[in-house]
């Protein structure tokens, strides 16, 4: 206040802009260490961090609707990619005779099958739980990894089935 009446901050009330007179018996005056404590000098907002060359640096907030739906397309994701490695194990069954020794495509094919959507559900969980670590927008890997799923098991089976075929 501009009357010459000590003051303080009204901390009770957490409205750090305002303040009032000091009580009586406070005769307001502090030491500058007493006015610099880590409390003071702390930032106001809760998710505000300090960097290390002193500026704040904002923390993302947690989106609980990209959280469940992550989860929920994790789950369908995994499931996903052991229906496609069963239906991909499915494609032994158009297995060629291999008399001539010309199974290597049809080996290809297979392992592309069986081994494709199990390798992309884990890349696809394991990014998934990095974006949501970072609080990044992750809810699209799955959706992205459930479509890859499905066309590595159709490129596999394409490919066994090229080589498996007596045409």
Do not use: H, Q, Y
Request: aromatic share 6%; with cysteine.
């Amino acid at each position: 206040m501009s009357d010459g009446t000590p003051t303080r901050r009204d901390d009770e009330t957490g409205d750090d802009a305002r303040t009032r007179p000091a009580a009586d018996g406070d005769s307001g005056s502090s030491t500058p260490a007493e006015r610099s404590t880590p409390e003071s000098n702390a930032p106001a907002d809760a998710a505000a961090a300090a960097a290390p060359d002193g500026r704040t640096k904002r923390v993302r907030p947690v989106r609980v609707w990209d959280l469940l739906l992550s989860i929920v397309l994790l789950l369908l994701l995994v499931g996903v990619a052991i229906t496609g490695a069963l239906v991909g194990s499915l494609f032994a069954l158009n297995a060629p005779s291999c008399v001539n020794g010309s199974c290597d495509l049809f080996d290809v094919g297979l392992g592309i099958a069986i081994w494709g959507p199990i390798v992309v559900g884990v890349l696809g969980l394991a990014a998934t739980v990095i974006l949501l670590a970072l609080r990044r927008r992750a809810f699209w890997v799955p959706l992205v990894g459930i479509a890859l799923v499905a066309v590595v098991v159709f490129v596999g089976g394409a490919i066994s089935f090229a080589a498996g075929s007596s045409f």
